[in-house]
């Protein structure tokens, strides 16, 4: 009784007791202090959404990349704000004549976070490691199977042959076919180099299939490696991620000693923090926030644009697409200078080929297809196709770099299409939600629009994902009568080991693609952004979305 | 009370079960699925076929629920794909939870506190210009949208006056874990900055989050003292010249909270609902939060987890209040 009566008071000095704690404490954005210095020792970023282990081998996403780049290294790097490589932890390399040995000279001193030298047995350690992933480990590296193929107990479909130490500081690697990707896929975070001792201690290739997913081993989330920064705490209960300087790290050491990424999924949510000041910075402003943050102080920095926007053709799906002058019409149709300087950010511009101007291999001689729906409608006619029906679909819930709001450009292009007569039927499905299986597995759509964004500087990343694998692409080349020659002097063009010459064929093809092929119309290539405040100095934004952090200050 | 409590349990492993069964036919017949969340655009046929053929995907629907069930039984309930990938989704549930009930247990904290004493105030003086002001307000809190609130509250009192934090649950202190309550966590390991810190952040999505709470029990609460204050026995006993603490404490309140206790129990569950678009407004790490991650990317095994255990906890809490309903009012029970 007397318990019962109380209660109520007990609680309300609680609450009020907490209520003036809150009054009272300092407000304090985590910041150590420390030193007569001028700039803070923490730097807060706003990432957009949680990394999923630290062993980048079988890491998959951007946000998780965006961890592990900064805590490991690989034998190139790339070359702050291009999306070139250059050396990292290895000081140069070079081909063998026929460019299927390539010779690494690694750079000395160099040691691991736990202390294990990196040396060329290092580098062999991890590179055998990759290869000989087994079982659920051969899922789970992802990357691997994009960019090398199979794994050791299926040598015939690898990249990969071998690796030898020729002495401490030399470490050669023999692939099996000559690629533009090797050697820059190196330079892929996935591919970055590991301390064998903790490899080994941490058990890293035990993965398995559980239930509907994979557990990994410890070591996956207690990495070690190269690099500036070191893991020092996910703090999973609180959606924060803190590195701190690594100490044997050979070069100069980071000018910010920790480096917090607090997991804020909700852009609006993103750009709050940084008003309160609560955050130094995040990535991906929603681009119609990119003034309103600029005038208040904040410095937007848009990265070159290294991704395209397309509007892809399923001519199996409707046979009418068969015909180059139909294709040819839709070209014509959109008014795609209209669409990219209402609907994209700054710096978007109109694409003439299925890759960015910074790809060696970019056609500089291509003009896209002017905007003249009077040609379009005469092509049309031309073709017998006047009326024509055309399922066109777009993607819900998601926003990616090259596509800001997937709904109001396929709005746009309706209208425009409709303009010329062709029937549109609309098609919407959530991104996750079965729009990339009918895109790809079930070829479900007429036309559809998506794009991609390049994971490294080579032709073969854009036109090769595109239109090389005959059988599986999303054109549907296959049922064109060309379909077979893309496919082939795409597999011969990146074959090609002198870049002048290999360069010049993609010229030529994309060349081909856009006057006599036309598998999709490609539309733009829309930058990406990140935001800073005013306080930070030193960021390089990357095309490639592969910025660091260890030379970046920020004033208190 | 024992066959009544007994009977209920059954019940809930009926509902349970069945629930599982729909939610596991449901998730598997949404368009997409897990592989297409992992892979995106990178997805060739063969990276798609493989991903499937390893995550079990490829199987007929029942073969997969009932290898759920038989792992089940042996308390495995699947590995997390986007959540916290390799993550048992058990371990995610119960790693989340504390979140939830923290931000749940100051808000339903804030709404009794407040609401109670109101409601009382309100019923003693009906019809007073303070009476109608404050039905008027808990009408507002129960018509104006959580989420909206939130979104209010924060941007007025976080992002235009820096008086509370943005979002999260808590500066990055590098606080000692201990039960992820993250308040009581502080006061165990005497890192007081961190309990504060905890505290701070959760003002304001508790404030949101207790408004529904807070307008249902204020009205329930004036409702009840009005109707008890004409009963009889308060006429009796003011006749007596009793004090007007003891009618107030003895015969008022005590009488008139019988429906309260009720409607605090079953507002409980309700905060459940609320605090999955709370936590989505203040990017608060609980259930809701990894609810929706979950539901984005497809993760079975964490959603399958997260759903039951929900459905569980609203069972429970709806028997605990019935039991509490018994044990407060001995017409009940005797019945």
């Known amino acids: 009784m007397t318990l019962k009566r109380t209660a109520p008071l007990v609680l309300m000095t609680a609450a009020a007791l907490s209520m003036t704690a809150c009054a009272q404490s300092e407000r304090d954005s985590g910041d150590g202090g420390g030193g007569s210095s001028d700039v803070k020792d923490t730097l807060t970023f706003g990432a957009a959404g949680a990394p999923e282990l630290f062993d980048p081998l079988y890491a998959t996403d951007g946000e998780t990349f965006r961890v592990t780049r900064q805590i490991h290294q690989g034998l190139l790097g790339i070359k702050p704000g291009t999306a070139d490589v250059q050396p990292e932890l290895a000081e140069s390399w070079e081909p063998s004549d026929d460019g299927l040995s390539w010779t690494f000279h690694l750079r000395q001193g160099v040691k691991f976070s736990d202390g294990t030298d990196f040396d060329a047995d290092a580098v062999c350690y991890n590179m055998e490691r990759m290869y000989n992933q087994k079982g659920a480990g051969q899922t789970a590296a992802e990357y691997w199977t994009y960019f090398f193929g199979t794994f050791s107990d299926d040598p015939e479909g690898s990249l990969y042959k071998s690796c030898e130490a020729k002495d401490a500081d030399t470490a050669v690697i023999d692939v099996t076919r000559t690629t533009s990707s090797f050697p820059t896929i190196l330079s892929l975070d996935s591919f970055s180099m590991q301390s064998p001792t903790a490899l080994e201690e941490g058990d890293a290739n035990n993965v398995q299939a559980q239930g509907e997913g994979f557990t990994y081993p410890e070591y996956s989330m207690n990495p070690v490696g190269i690099g500036p920064y070191k893991l020092d705490s996910y703090d999973e209960a609180n959606k924060t991620v803190t590195l701190v300087a690594n100490d044997d790290y050979y070069g100069d050491p980071p000018k910010t000693k920790t480096l917090v990424f607090k997991i804020i999924p909700d852009e609006t949510t993103r750009r709050q923090e940084l008003e309160a000041g609560s955050i130094d910075g995040y990535d991906l402003p929603n681009p119609v926030d990119w003034q309103g943050l600029e005038d208040d102080g904040n410095n937007v920095q848009v990265r070159p644009a290294f991704n395209v926007l397309y509007l892809g053709l399923n001519p199996e799906k409707n046979p009418k697409l068969k015909d180059l002058r139909v294709r040819q019409a839709i070209a014509y149709a959109l008014n795609r200078e209209q669409m990219v300087t209402s609907q994209l950010p700054e710096g978007a511009s109109v694409a003439s080929q299925f890759m960015p101007e910074a790809v060696s291999g970019y056609n500089k001689d291509l003009e896209p297809y002017p905007y003249d729906p009077d040609k379009a409608k005469q092509l049309l006619k031309e073709a017998g196709a006047e009326g024509m029906s055309l399922t066109f679909a777009f993607p819900t819930e998601v926003s990616r770099p090259y596509m800001p709001d997937p709904q109001k450009i396929h709005a746009a292009f309706t209208k425009d299409l409709e303009a010329v007569g062709i029937k549109v039927k609309e098609v919407s499905k959530p991104w996750n939600g079965g729009y990339l299986d009918d895109v790809s597995a079930n070829g479900a759509y007429d036309a559809w629009l998506l794009g991609w964004t390049g994971d490294y500087n080579a032709a073969d990343n854009f036109l090769g994902t595109f239109f090389s694998d005959l059988k599986g692409n999303d054109f549907h080349t296959s049922v064109m009568p060309w379909g077979k020659t893309l496919s082939e002097d795409l597999k011969a063009a990146d074959a090609i080991v002198d870049e002048d010459e290999r360069a010049a064929a993609y010229e030529d093809i994309n060349k081909r693609i856009a006057e006599e092929y036309l598998p999709g119309i490609p539309i733009s290539h829309s930058p990406p952004a990140l935001v800073t405040s005013e306080k930070v100095e030193g960021l390089v934004a990357s095309p490639l979305t592969a910025e660091t952090f260890d030379t970046v200050t920020v004033a208190k | ?335």
């Not at chain 2, 808000?107 to 506190?113: F, H, P």
């Not at chain 2, 009963?231 to 006993?237: G, I, L, M, N, P």
């Open chain 2, 1 to 335: 009370m024992a066959r009544f409590i007994i009977r209920r349990l059954l019940q809930m492993v009926v509902v349970v079960f069945v629930l599982s069964l729909m939610l596991f036919f449901w998730l598997r017949s949404l368009p997409g699925g897990t592989v297409s969340a992992i892979l995106g655009e990178r997805a060739t046929p063969q990276t798609r076929a493989a991903l499937t053929k390893a995550l079990g995907l490829d199987q007929p629907v029942w073969v997969q629920y009932w290898r759920f069930v038989e792992r089940a039984a042996h308390g495995e309930f699947g590995t997390s794909t986007r959540v916290l990938p390799g993550a048992d989704a058990l371990d995610i549930f119960l790693s989340r939870l504390p979140a939830t009930i923290e931000l749940s247990f100051f808000a339903l904290l804030l709404a009794v506190v407040l609401a109670i004493p109101l409601g009382y105030l309100s019923a003693r003086r009906a019809g007073s210009p303070l009476d109608s002001g404050l039905v008027v307000t808990s009408l507002v809190g129960v018509a104006v949208p959580v989420f909206f609130l939130a979104f209010l509250l924060k941007y007025q009192l976080a992002v235009e006056h820096h008086v509370f934090p943005v979002s999260g649950r808590q500066d990055n202190l590098s606080c000692t874990r201990v039960t992820n309550f993250f308040v009581l966590d502080g006061l165990l390991t005497r890192e007081y900055d961190c309990s504060v810190s905890a505290l701070k952040h959760l003002v304001l999505p508790s404030l949101a989050l207790a408004t529904i709470p807070f307008a249902v029990i204020y009205r329930i609460t004036r409702a009840s003292v009005l109707e008890v204050l004409g009963e009889d026995y308060v006429r009796t006993a003011e006749s007596k010249g009793l004090t007007a603490r003891v009618i107030r404490g003895r015969h008022v309140l005590r009488n008139a909270l019988l429906p309260v206790v009720t409607t605090i129990g079953l507002q409980t569950g309700g905060l459940l609902a609320g605090a999955v678009l709370t936590e989505k407004v203040f990017n608060w790490g609980g259930i809701g939060n990894a609810l929706a991650d979950a539901f984005e990317g497809r993760d079975y095994a964490v959603l399958q987890v997260l759903i039951l255990a929900a459905a569980m906890i609203y069972v429970v809490i709806n028997l605990l209040v019935d039991i509490s309903y018994a044990v407060i009012d001995p017409r009940v029970r005797t019945r």
